[in-house]
């Protein structure tokens, strides 16, 4: 597998949430409602955020599955 790394707007993705899928084998919600409320925090903020990991899955070039975030 190659992996590439690539930087992408948060609102971008936000913007195609849709075409980003969590696969069945992928672990169950781990974050807190306070974790996520601090996300936003810090995405609001203009904080650096950990990496998210996505796999693409298609030809198509926005079409990705959510592999994992780094939830520190």
């Known amino acids: 597998m190659q992996m ?8 971008k993705i936000y913007k195609r ?3 980003y899928e969590i696969p069945d ?3 169950e919600e781990v974050w807190s409602d306070e974790k996520k ?3 936003i925090d810090s995405i609001l903020r203009g904080w650096k955020l ?3 990991y996505f ?3 298609s030809s ?3 079409e990705y599955e959510v592999v994992d975030a780094n939830n520190g």
Not at 4 to 11: I, N, T, V
């Open 55 to 57: 796999l693409k899955v």
């Open 4 to 11: 590439r790394a690539e930087k992408r707007a948060l609102d």
């Open 60 to 62: 198509d070039p926005d």
């Open 25 to 27: 084998w992928q672990r």
């Open 37 to 39: 409320r601090l996300l």
């Open 17 to 19: 949430r849709d075409r």
């Open 50 to 52: 950990p990496k998210f």
